[in-house]
């Protein structure tokens, strides 16, 4: 089989002489796999391979024209991949409900960028998500210490939230750093598939973020209008770099109908030498669903170069109520009242 | 994460040592974004992010290799994307029904060329639809102003015709330019899956068209055996170019099982600058199904660049009877006996 | 539209200088397409454009990168492609059913390589298909005269296995050439999805191959734990290179629940000038499912460069008993007690 070779740019931008000057196409991805160990009250124990323990596997186009005057276009196609069983990722083409078939359903955008900022269409994330990634959280959204344990919302009174991440069929303005100061706002519908006359699938949110030198704060919020009960996300985060300690704090709040679900965070990245030490720790109050729960969350990452780390983690979730809702993820959830969940969790991410 | 970089190439083929000299694959994409405003009779309107406004959004690979003695090679592989949800397109597999994961669903196709021609197999654009694209008319098959509206077949007697834009499983021959005119037939079947000794989703269809400097004219047909009901679909397209302005004609006709609609079409497009005014004037008869129907589109696309577009388009269907089966799309029908249908869109069109 | 053109590399490494020296992806790729004309006994034929007669169709990425000392990071991911369709693959994410979706379900993989071999982990083939793929058989698992036709395991007592070819949630170790042999070993289980406390979809598995100059033995045995009754593979495969002249021998044995079948193969490939000519023969004999059978294939590759070759294919498969499970594939299958089935191929493959 003859090969088509790409070649790596680290830094080197190869720039074609189009109409209009500049322009790159950048293919891209991530490729995370590893094992857990995951035990949880009442049920047996779990050993298996599994993927995205540090960062999501991901692959996807992306590039950006250069039309002269300030202006360019972007576009942004990038898909899942679950990287142990080859399967492509999900969506949701009306912000109500799952469905399989998507190919590059994490993010597929296009953009026009200027001095004003970015006006961005397609599906995107939304302002309200930005809070619960490495940006603020410690270990993101992945892995046995994912924030999405705690902060994302719980299905309740009809209505199973699919805009805590992303949203379809949006069109959302960011403005540029505005003297450490950006804003984002986003509005999404349910799309050509929207009920006529109903606003059922439609999201309003913004997101205002301020970065000095070594900190960071942002607060977002976001409403997503459902026929089977509303559902509001909102949340602050806060980080301050001291040295080669980062910490940070989160406050997220997600409402589902009537019920409620609020969530304290304070973590810690600790950098030594190639390698990098976290820790989170998060209490969760319910309120008319599920139960009060804390998690606590260690980990370490330790790069083997700039695209290739290996990393380990260990996280517990500890139900304080009957419920026993919440779990470390691994495909287990335990059934005895007031049980736990936990994992432990090795592995390999790798960047292209 | 370190990016791969491609390199950009306007005209500039990268070219390697292979055993047999020349070969390149080209790496390819649209993505398309828009709003719609759409108005139907009787029912509420909806205002929508949408996709594929100006252009159908989507990505592939496709390259040539040159086997020496003027035979080339050349495969194409090239999927849609819902740019405003991320999901991938549909195909048919056999034909006959619609099903998911068509991922190179818009064209899978391994050809051999020479001076014979073209042999091409896989699945591909049936040689009946091209005269509903761009190729004749103003808004080919996208928008509000989209030809399919009234030339893509209705449904009746319990066929859903499925080869009125692309067959699966073909085979076809593609005449080389003959002094202005040139030939396409094709010949396709349900596949593996064929029920045996049955020709149930199996087209035959032939398209022939002439050239000269400013005038093309065109005419298709083809015949798909159904065991509801058999589909043929037929057209002729004319197009007339004088400095700035194109003129085209496009007569369509759509038999499924006992039931036609009968389709004329006049459009005009008109260069100012970058930009280019278009207008499309279609009347449609029906017998047996849905109702006659008229429809009015106008449109603007202004060039920002050679890869990307700013356009926008009006369209009105009118239904002329209690059928009220037209409509411009955007998830609307009207309900009102005699209805119309109205969009209006703004979008933005970036190829890669 | 702008393209992108990549480079193609024939045994041209396109290197990039980042953090740790070398590294590179490749975008590679299979497209076969042909027609076939298949019968049965006692059904009627089908004559169709069919896809896969040579050699799978796919597109994948892969990159190895250079993490200094010796080590490597190597990742792979790999899709189906229904060339006659534009359909993307299946999978099995818990290697006890089948699913959609399988973008990159023919691998996806990431491993650390190192003068002590490769860990893998991710889906991948597992160590007892090689012997089934052209490494030994003549034909591989691809066409008419397809190894999967009697070496493939059939479905019995509710089990239907799914690891005969590749596992899901796996991790490997793949030995370095050690004088010659070389070990490979596989265990994998059915992944977050497992039902706590049980080995339903659990693969262990482990292949031993040696190879000389002119000639190689294999031998392989994996077993997979079902609730519904485990499945057993194993397999031998030896092949003598004499000038021109290839010489193989595979023996196979499946076991589901309590039945097994179990099949021998001899087959032969010449060389002569750019074609190839093959045949293989092949006995199998079945307890407590289907039936005995034979299978006799002949064909011919010829090669039209490095990249692109033209084949045909003839095979008849002899089903020996009331069962008349087997047959040469094309969606036909004999009706008639002890009937046959046959089919001819003529396609084209390209590689890029």
């Given at each position: 089989m003859t090969k088509t070779k790409l070649s790596m740019a680290v830094g080197l931008a190869i720039v074609a002489a189009g109409a209009n000057a500049q322009s790159s196409v950048t293919l891209f991805g991530v490729a995370d796999l590893g094992i857990l160990s995951a035990r949880a009250s009442g049920v047996a124990g779990v050993n298996s391979v599994i993927t995205d323990g540090n960062t999501s596997t991901r692959f996807g186009l992306r590039g950006t024209e250069d039309l002269g005057g300030g202006l360019k276009a972007q576009f942004w196609i990038e898909g899942a991949v679950s990287m142990d069983t080859g399967a492509s990722g999900t969506t949701s083409v009306d912000n109500i409900a799952s469905s399989a078939n998507g190919l590059f359903a994490r993010r597929s955008t296009l953009g026009l960028q200027g001095n004003f900022g970015e006006v961005r269409m397609g599906r995107d994330y939304t302002p309200t998500f930005n809070n619960l990634t490495t940006a603020v959280h410690p270990?993101?959204?992945?892995?046995?210490?994912?924030?999405?344990?705690?902060f994302y919302p719980v299905a309740a009174g009809g209505t199973t939230p699919r805009t805590h991440v992303r949203a379809s069929n949006s069109i959302a303005y960011l403005t540029p750093n505005l003297g450490g100061f950006s804003a984002h706002v986003m509005w999404a519908n349910a799309g050509a598939a929207a009920a006529a006359g109903t606003d059922n699938g439609r999201y309003v949110g913004a997101r205002l973020a301020y970065r000095a030198k070594d900190f960071t704060v942002s607060a977002a919020t976001g409403k997503t209008e459902y026929a089977t009960g509303d559902y509001t996300q909102s949340n602050i985060g806060a980080t301050y770099r001291m040295g080669p300690a980062r910490l940070s704090y989160l406050w997220g709040q997600n409402k589902v109908g009537v019920t409620s679900t609020k969530a304290n965070m304070i973590g810690v990245q600790y950098q030594i030498g190639k390698g990098e030490v976290r820790a989170a720790f998060t209490t969760l109050k319910a309120k008319g669903v599920a139960n009060d729960a804390t998690q606590l969350a260690v980990g370490y990452v330790h790069s083997l170069s700039k695209r290739t780390a290996l990393y380990t983690a260990y996280s517990n979730v500890d139900n304080?109520?009957?419920?026993?809702?919440?779990?470390?993820?691994?495909?287990l959830r335990p059934t005895t009242p007031g049980g736990n969940s936990s994992g432990l969790e090795f592995g390999v991410r790798h960047s292209f």
């Open positions: 270990f993101g959204t992945n892995g046995v210490g994912n924030a999405g344990q705690l304080k109520g009957v419920g026993t809702r919440f779990s470390v993820g691994g495909g």
